[in-house]
């Protein structure tokens, strides 16, 4: 059903006429890699402190609260740019095992960003922990493995 | 001697080569120098945020400046090096590539730009630190321009792996 999907989309006049336009899928990318850069420095600062790290002078539940904003955006452009780049050549990431494992992966630290981690940011701080330092190590190893399989594509397997 | 000649020499280095034909070293450092200019660009983004006024504005500058700091300094450092080792692997494809050099002179602004303002603005930390209604002028475009500094050395960074505005010596 994927595949099809993905072949339907593959041979559509729309994709076949922005694949044409070699500038269209740089500035795709160009837009992935800034929403990615958004997206991580939001990440990072959240993480960190929940390991104890970077901005230890402030509750963990503010420094959360005020990167949400820009870790929402550069989620919600990650997600529309992603969208387009996988529209751009669908078969091709179809059968690609760096993009399929990334997707499983992903799937994973969106759940455990979006659902797990703000429930411990709002925690009381004291009673977190060595679990503060796991969530903050989790979260990185989460999101490593989507960034790093996501470069590979194209370059290996 | 040019620094074409130069080029042409370490491209010619039995290590060059060696990183050049090799089946890996390419792609995982490609992607390392990604993901560590992510980092790095990621953290400072966050504090050119709060000096542009779009966020952490809870947070006093200097918190940010100083905690973050030494991640950001790790991320520079990893992306520099592994820059370095993607240049030095093939140079004179790098060689007549207008947005590369695009690219470095944004990096090399961006430095000039972070230098000023902590020569200048920052020496006044103490005074505008916690409220960011007070802080100058010359210290909230100091955060518009490293934005749009960092954004062009990504943009530009990100287009050199494309052939286009590619002149003399490159392969």
Sequence with gaps: MLLSLAQKVDASALVHTLRDIAIIGALVNVAHLLALSVFAGAL????????GAGLTREPLADVASQARPWLLAGFWA????????????????????????????????????????PRLARADETRLRIWGKLVGLASMTLWAGVAIPAR?????? | MTIKSVFQAIEALPSSTAFRESLNGYPFTLTAHVVSMCLFAGLIIMMDLRLAGFGFQKTPFSELQKRLFPWQMFGLIVSSVTGTVLFYGQPMRYYGKALFWTKMILMVLAGVNAGYFHLTTYRSVGKWDKDPMLLPFGGRMAGYLSLALWAGVIIFGRLTAYNWFTYDGSQ
């Design chain 1, 152 to 157: 590979l594509i194209g370059l290996v397997g």
């Design chain 1, 78 to 117: 990650l997600v529309v740019t992603g969208l387009v780049q996988l529209a751009l050549q669908p078969v091709k990431e179809y059968y690609s095992d760096m993009f399929n494992f990334k997707m499983k992966v992903m799937a994973v630290a969106i759940i455990f960003t979006f659902i797990v981690r």
């Design chain 1, 44 to 51: 990072l600062v959240v993480d960190l402190r929940f390991m």
